[in-house]
């Protein structure tokens, strides 16, 4: 008999500790948890009490003691033209000659390592070897500029920072060394050691006394055995910032227990993954999609992860598949973004590789319009599966789960990531009263209530009062349980559908409507000479504020005459959809929108600039030659 999806989530929340303690058995413990969940002290939630296990443990050592010549690590880099494979039993030794070096190196358990890392294997070592010993890895995404790492370095205070000479993107290297240097000038905080990858793509200075050589210690320690650190559940694991898109980010601290329950969950029930598979996420180890579902997720599960680094477009816009085809991939995870960036390019690129293993493509990290997920859809013949979550809450929170034994699978729809995973008791709000939207399509603040599911954060690194005020009272006045916000406007239809209207500080205000940017935004990219676009409410002294479009047009206009006529179709296109009110005043054409290093679209940078505003921490921001377009184009 099947269970309909909604009475399954159901239980997961009303028999909470029975539906995780099962979930728990997915993972080896040392000694079982005593508790499953201690919700004892809102809005701070312990899973899995008392319970002892290690990431590294779960993520290597169990694989390779039972099938050590499998796949575990495949690293291909399109940037130096590398390939390498590594089974679970090389896996378990490059680790272990890592936490050699660390732990030689003065770091013990609880000690922060700061990891400034292009995508290569030893950014994986560095991770699980951190994990191995039960030090914090904080990573950094490789390529950040000094500012934004010093201000990391001096947050986590890392006693070791585990680098490299270089990176590269489309070709270009990006020296790191001196960024590092300069970070570490920069900041409060000295760590006392620096341990240097050297992939030999740009010459650097080495600091006496300070910096060690990678090569030379691997080989001094390696084959010393270095056990598995048997850690109670809630220590802390690793510490991770969100993207910055709406403000100065946030330092997200995960703990060991939750977090290999909740992955090893969420391999098989969401992504449908099987041991001895290959798992193929495009995200940078940068992000929460690379620490979930590049490193420790798919290993967890036994299955092979793909570590790439390289852009999707070089050699040409087929690379991506070719990896599916050349090894096998069965389930793969990538975002909107970049499939925007493959729309730009020949559709019969698609078509040129054997896809036949690949039997479904997840994406998150920014809406899925409904064009562009139809295109992707068309062009492999795969499900598209759309999921939302954030750094916070470490694996999905709205998708459509196929893969639950004796429970009904949910259809997608288009349009809306899915419905609440099990494990989260997620409510829509009204943003003034705190009031529950009970009734379907009204819109409201997506919220999750006390507890947090297992994988989710715990706090805000070694700031307890900023978890509480930051997540737990943004929204007021509903009693019964503390609520986290996500800070996203969602709305469920009457099938329990949820769809994201954007974020909350999103919403514009013209002549007392109040519309979300989102909205126009996903009827103006339904416009088919348009690429990409991103709407803002900029302060009008007549409307209070009205819309301001930026379009990226399939191929830039080349006259004004064109460039005023696309711009008539758009603004007539949004006033038949959505109304005059919520007409843009302009539509700008661009050739590139602002975005951070994890590809969401910088709003916030795009209506300070339109406002003429200081556009704030721009440190996250990908491409600066954007913005400059855009103030450039504001002035003409
Ligand atoms: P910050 O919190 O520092 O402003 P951020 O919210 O961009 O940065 P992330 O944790 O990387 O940092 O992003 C999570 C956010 O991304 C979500 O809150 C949501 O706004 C957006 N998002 C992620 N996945 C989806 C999705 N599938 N559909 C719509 N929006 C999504
Ligand atoms: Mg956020």
Redesign the pocket.
Known sequence: MTETYADFHRRSLTERDAFWAEQAQRVDWQTPPQQICDASKPPFARWFVGGTTNLCHNAVDRHAASRPADRALIWVSTEVGQERVYSFAELQAEVEAMAAILSAQGVSQGDRVLIYLPMIPEAAFAMLACARIGAIHSVVFGGFASVSLASRIDDATPRLVISADAGSRAGKRLAYKPLLDEAITLAAHKPARVLMVDRGLAAFERVAGRDLDYAELRQRHWGQPVPCAWLESNTPSYTLY??????T??GVQRDVGGYAVALATSMDWIFGGKPGETYFSTSDIG??VGHSYIVYGPLIHGMATLMYEGTPVNPDAAVWWSLVEKYRVTVMFSAPTAVRVLKKHDPALLKRHDLSSLRALFL?????DEPTGRWIAEALGVPII???????TGWPLLTVAHHIPGVEAVPTRFGS?GMPMYGYDVKLLDENSGAELAEPNQKGVLVIEHPLPPGALQTVWGDDARFVSTYWQSVPGHARRPVYS???WGLRDAQGYTF?LG?TDDVINVAGHRLGTREIEECISGHPGVAEVAVVGVADQLKGQVALAFAVPRELPATSEAALALEGQIMKRVDEQLGAVARPSRVLFVGLLPK?R?G?LLRRALQAVAEGRDPGDLTTLDDPTALAQVKTLLHK
């Open positions: 969100t993207s910055g898109t709406t403000g980010p946030k992000w929460v998150a990290g920014e809406p899925l759309d999921n939302y979550w954030q750094t916070e990531p996500t800070f996203d994201i974020r951070t994890s969401k």
